[in-house]
C-alpha cells in the first residue's frame, strides 16, 4: 500500500522527505526536456558545486561538450562523450528503463569515480530525462582491492601447486 504523502496514516512519509533522502545520495540531479533539451539541476552536492557548471540551460548536449572537457578525467572524456551522445541516451532510454555507466570527474585534482543513472518520466509539461550523478568512488576501489587479492590469493595457490608438480623430464618414483 502506498503512504506516501498520506497525512492520516501513522506511517505516513512526506513527499519532501523521501525527495530529500534520494538527494542525498546523489551528488547533482538533472532534468532534462525532451522536446527542447533545456535543462535544469534541482540538487548539488558541496563537492559537485565546485565543479562549477552551470545548473540550468537552453541545450544539455552543448554545455555537455563543453563541460566533459572540464571536469571529467582525460582518460573518461571519449567514452562520455559516446555515453551521453544525445542519439545514444535516447536510444538506450527507449530500450531499457534505466541507463547507467561509472566514470571519473576530477575532484580536487583527483580521479573520483561516479556513476551516471537516467530514466525517462512524463511531467506535466511532455517527457523529461532524469539524470543523477552519485559518487561511487569508494565502492569501486573497495571492489578493485577485493579483485586484486582474490587474483594475489589464485597466484600464490597455482605457485605452491607448481611447487608440486614434476619437473620437464624427472620421472615420478614410488618410494
Known sequence: MNNIGKSNSKNAISRAAIVQALFETYESIYDI???TYAYQCYHESENYSELNIAGSGEDFFDALKKNIKKVVY???REYV???LRKETLLSALKKEKFYSFVYRLILDGKPVYHKIRATTEFLNDGWH???GVRN???TIR???RRNETIAMMQQKKKIIWMQYL???GATL???
Open 33 to 35: 526536456d525532451m522536446e
Open 74 to 76: 582525460s582518460d573518461d
Open 81 to 83: 562523450q559516446k555515453m
Open 129 to 131: 530525462i532524469l539524470l
Open 136 to 138: 561511487v568512488d569508494e
Open 142 to 144: 573497495q571492489d578493485n
Open 166 to 168: 614434476p619437473v620437464r
Open 173 to 175: 618414483r614410488r618410494i
